[in-house]
T-cell receptor, first 107, second 114 residues
Framework: KNEVEQSPQNLTAQEGEFITINCSYSVGISALHWLQQHPGGGIVSLFMLSSGKKKHGRLIATINIQEKHSSLHITASHPRDSAVYICAVKRDEKLTFGTGTRLTIIP | EPEVTQTPSHQVTQMGQEVILRCVPISNHLYFYWYRQILGQKVEFLVSFYNNEISEKSEIFDDQFSVERPDGSNFTLKIRSTKLEDSAMYFC????????????FGPGTRLTVT
């Protein structure tokens, strides 16, 4: 069993829809990262969370440490949000990555 | 805005050859990392480096791999004798310190071993 599980694996939505991507993990962690990977391969850090909730523009990330679960929400989705979204958990100095959620927003 | 840079963007090498992948972390960062992503698979941790020493490494990071910070700015990953299965995208990352600090990723080097 993977230490980090993401769902869904693929998500296609219409522009403007509210998007939720989920991440569950099975180990103790110090923090959780949400990352965005563009078609060209580059990785951008969106959030790092150790508790509660963070918001940046149209992106919101939440984490429930007791339930070992995090969600990434995108409000008013736009075609430029199309990318792979990756959850990664931090233990010591090591990040363990999920397999990613491929998001496609259709105009 | 400061960013992590990596060179080259794409490296093609023959099996058995040595390759060195280069990274320039953000200048005030103290922790450095290498990750790899085989095509179609998830990103995997290779190694973390602090104070001129490896602080943690994965089982992937065997004797064929080494890391070095040869001067005050570069951070390198060397693969001594490349195998076909080393073909992957290699990402460098850095963070200002350990603990609850974000890691900033470079654009990656695509290594193709033929």
């Amino acid at each position: 069993k993977n230490e980090v599980e993401q769902s869904p694996q693929n998500l296609t939505a219409q522009e403007g829809e509210f998007i939720t991507i989920n991440c569950s993990y099975s180990v103790g962690i110090s923090a959780l990262h949400w990352l965005q990977q563009h078609p060209g391969g580059g990785i951008v850090s969106l959030f790092m969370l150790s508790s509660g909730k963070k918001k940046h523009g149209r992106l919101i990330a939440t984490i429930n440490i007791q339930e070992k679960h995090s969600s990434l929400h995108i409000t008013a989705s736009h075609p430029r949000d199309s990318a792979v979204y990756i959850c990664a958990v931090k233990r010591d100095e090591k990040l363990t990555f999920g397999t990613g959620t491929r998001l496609t927003i259709i105009p | 805005e400061p960013e992590v840079t990596q060179t080259p963007s794409h490296q093609v090498t023959q099996m058995g050859q040595e390759v060195i992948l280069r990274c320039v972390p953000i200048s005030n960062h103290l922790y450095f990392y290498w990750y790899r992503q085989i095509l179609g698979q998830k990103v995997e941790f290779l190694v973390s480096f602090y104070n001129n020493e490896i602080s943690e490494k994965s089982e992937i990071f065997d004797d064929q791999f080494s890391v070095e910070r040869p001067d005050g700015s570069n951070f390198t990953l060397k693969i001594r004798s490349t195998k076909l299965e080393d073909s992957a995208m290699y990402f460098c990352a850095s963070s200002v310190r350990e603990g609850l600090y974000e890691q900033y990723f470079g654009p990656g080097t695509r290594l193709t071993v033929t």
